[in-house]
T-cell receptor, first 110, second 114 residues
Framework: GENVEQHPSTLSVQEGDSAVIKCTYS??????FPWYKQELGKRPQLIID?????GEKKDQRIAVTLNKTAKHFSLHITETQPEDSAVYFC?????????FGKGTRLHILP | DVKVTQSSRYLVKRTGEKVFLECVQD?????MFWYRQDPGLGLRLIYF???????EKGDIPEGYSVSREKKERFSLILESASTNQTSMYLC?????????????FGSGTRLTVV
């Protein structure tokens, strides 16, 4: 079955710098890759997603890249702000289900 | 706006008790999912359902069962609660159709088994 690995588990970046979170997946049949943000005490919220027929997608300060050959996908946050502090989860679809990575806790340092 | 409602935000139960966690959706969606969330382990799929009366095991079904008697309601059952089932439980439904749009989650139930 699908296995999603996520790195790093914790990431600290200076406010204004960029943050990158990387994921790999195992099932070559996966073709949908969402990213979720979970703020403290709140439910996970979808922030961006990408399908396998696209290599990159951008939404303001957030971008995702996908390398289907290498089974890698990444989340890039530019010009980080304090409100970006949260736990981020990558995920991949598997047979109409979504399998999640273990999460990355992102700290934005003042 | 998609609504997924979990009836309890916090629960404290004793070891050995039978525990019911309820999830209700207002989108008339066939698919519903139960995950548990633990620090450092992410979200792990416990059970899911593709329609009324249907259920499928996820990756960690041991110690759990589910019930889907009505389309809008999906219940997670801990037959005999144990301390290692202390966790955050999240219900989810697909946000869109055709596999696009990810999931919408409920607000979660934080269960403590003592």
């Amino acid at each position: 079955g699908e296995n999603v690995e996520q790195h790093p588990s914790t990431l600290s970046v200076q406010e204004g710098d960029s943050a990158v979170i990387k994921c790999t997946y195992s099932d070559s049949a996966s073709n949908y890759f969402p990213w979720y943000k979970q703020e403290l005490g709140k439910r996970p919220q979808l922030i961006i997603d990408i399908r396998s027929n696209v290599g990159e997608k951008k939404d303001q300060r957030i971008a995702v890249t996908l390398n289907k050959t290498a089974k890698h996908f990444s989340l890039h946050i530019t010009e980080t702000q304090p409100e970006d502090s949260a736990v981020y989860f990558c995920a991949a679809d598997r047979d109409d289900k979504i399998i999640f990575g273990k999460g990355t806790r992102l700290h934005i340092l003042p | 706006d998609v609504k997924v409602t979990q009836s309890s935000r916090y629960l404290v139960k004793r070891t050995g008790e039978k525990v019911f966690l309820e999830c209700v959706q207002d989108m008339d969606h066939e698919n519903m999912f139960w995950y548990r969330q633990d620090p450092g382990l992410g979200l792990r799929l416990i059970y899911f359902s593709y329609d009324v009366k249907m259920k499928e095991k996820g990756d960690i079904p041991e110690g759990y069962s589910v019930s889907r008697e009505k389309k809008e309601r999906f219940s997670l059952i801990l037959e005999s609660a144990s301390t290692n089932q202390t966790s955050m439980y999240l219900c989810a439904i697909p946000s869109g159709t055709g596999g696009i749009g990810g999931y919408t989650f409920g607000s979660g139930t934080r269960l403590t088994v003592v």
